[in-house]
């Protein structure tokens, strides 16, 4: 059986899988957490809802961002609110016992005051919409100098 130590991912996160319930990985998560644990690739990966496309991504990016490091490293594009929150939450619920690491939900139809001020705090993981995280890099809210 594979399992997602055996995909490469380090004891905080296997710990918050194991909450979740899940107990081995989907065919690709299997396919795609080793491939991103390895080296900097893109990367298309089509697969049915609920297949657990978000962990593929997100568990990789979440080891290879640095809690301690309080500057935004990753930017996560979503085309719609519902799923930009959706993502946001799910990172949180990996995150679990990755203490320090910040994730923040941007998108309009909120205040932009707030999320600038959540911003501000220097999230290692940014989830935005792009119309609102356009409008934040005109205004001088988000810099992406620090995206890794």
């Known amino acids: 059986m594979i399992t997602f130590e055996s995909l490469g991912l380090n ?3 296997q710990n918050a899988v194991r909450d979740l319930g899940y107990l081995e ?6 396919e795609v957490i080793p491939m991103l644990l390895d080296r900097e690739t893109d990367l298309v990966a089509l697969a049915q809802t609920g297949t657990g496309k978000t ?3 997100g568990l990789p990016l979440l080891q290879k ?4 490091r ?5 930017l996560i594009l979503s085309p719609t609110r519902e799923l930009c ?3 946001t ?3 949180e619920s990996y995150a679990k016992y990755m203490p320090g690491m910040g994730i923040t939900a941007i998108y309009g139809g909120a205040s932009i005051q707030e999320q600038a001020k959540q911003v501000k705090r220097n999230p290692q993981v940014i989830v935005a919409t792009p119309g609102r995280v356009k409008d934040m890099i005109g205004r001088g ?3 992406l100098s620090t995206i890794s």
């Open 11 to 13: 004891a905080s996160l």
């Open 25 to 30: 990985p989907t065919p690709v998560q299997q």
């Open 55 to 57: 962990a593929a991504f």
């Open 65 to 68: 961002s640095d809690p301690e």
């Open 70 to 74: 309080r500057v935004s490293q990753a």
């Open 85 to 87: 929150l959706q993502i």
């Open 89 to 91: 939450s799910e990172l």
């Open 141 to 143: 809210i988000i810099d």
